[in-house]
């Protein structure tokens, strides 16, 4: 990260400057990133867009979230793990999506881990590894760390489950997007909101 504070957007409103790039951005800032995600598909299409970054912009993938969830049966995990090798091929050729076949096959693979886990177990393992006191507000995004104690436990919980395509930097963005740690910058609009 580059190490800037808060910035203005056109509407005046101080804001963490990734989120003023795009309209997408600012959007996707605004009313969802850092605010709290709970159920077991909700998580689970999360987990999956963030291993689907991997290498990527957030930016590309968020693009793309409409095809993605066309595409894999609305992150729907009993759905997701009835997907067989025809689906692989098709998802493969499915030019609304990230077409990579390691993090394809993980996604197919995870839901098939997944179906076979009780209803709640998926929330209550990602959950169970927010801190147990909230941070500091970071001043800059030089004060955003991309791996933590907490993320790096949350990928070897999930790793020793069976689940694929996590370590510890995604495991992190994933805590970000859904709501486990909130490093929305401080004096950002979105941080007490």
Known sequence: MS???LAAGPDGVLR???GLSTEDYVVYHDTEWGKPVHGDDALYERLCLEAFQSGLSWITILRRRAGFRKAFADFEIASVAEFGPADAERLLADEGIIRNRAKIEATLANAKVLAGWRPGELDGLIWSHAPKRPGR????????????AESTALAKALKKAGIRFVGPTTAYALMQACGLVNDHLAGCVSREA
């Open 16 to 18: 963490c400057p990734w």
């Open 137 to 148: 507000a970071p001043r800059s995004t030089a004060d955003v760390p991309a791996v933590t």
């Open 3 to 5: 190490g800037a504070g």
